[in-house]
């Protein structure tokens, strides 16, 4: 089974940016759709963005045009470009992991701060 370890998260200003990193352990033959999400507190886990294996990517309304997601196949791991950050992005970020053989579980997250 695969798990994975999120780093990148830090207290930043509002406006500023952080980059997230997700790297898997474990062993699988193919990893498909790489994710991320978010939960805030007293909110429920919500979808941030997704990449498929090929690369195509789809992104919550609310982090549209200023978040990115992207991925290295070559290193199993996931990555978030986050800009123009807000208050309101002030969660634990956590990543999750498609592969032939399941969904990894959930990992500890990276927390994310956004000061105004």
């Known amino acids: 089974q695969v798990h994975v370890v999120e780093s990148g998260g830090d207290l930043v200003q509002s406006g500023g940016s952080l980059r997230l990193s997700c790297t898997t352990v474990?062993?699988?033959?193919?990893?498909?759709?790489m994710v991320w999400y978010r939960q805030a507190p007293g909110n429920q886990r919500e979808l941030v963005a997704r990449?498929?294996?090929?690369?195509?990517?789809n992104y919550a309304d609310f982090v549209r045009g200023r978040f990115t997601i992207s991925r290295d196949n070559t290193k199993n791991a996931v990555y978030l470009q986050m800009n123009n950050l807000a208050t309101e992005d002030t969660a634990i970020y956590y990543c999750?992991?498609?592969?032939?053989?399941?969904?990894?579980?959930w990992g500890q997250g990276t927390q994310v701060t956004v000061s105004s």
């Open positions: 990449i498929s294996r090929g690369g195509g990517t």
């Open positions: 474990g062993f699988f033959f193919e990893m498909r759709d």
């Open positions: 999750q992991v498609q592969t032939s053989t399941g969904v990894s579980p």
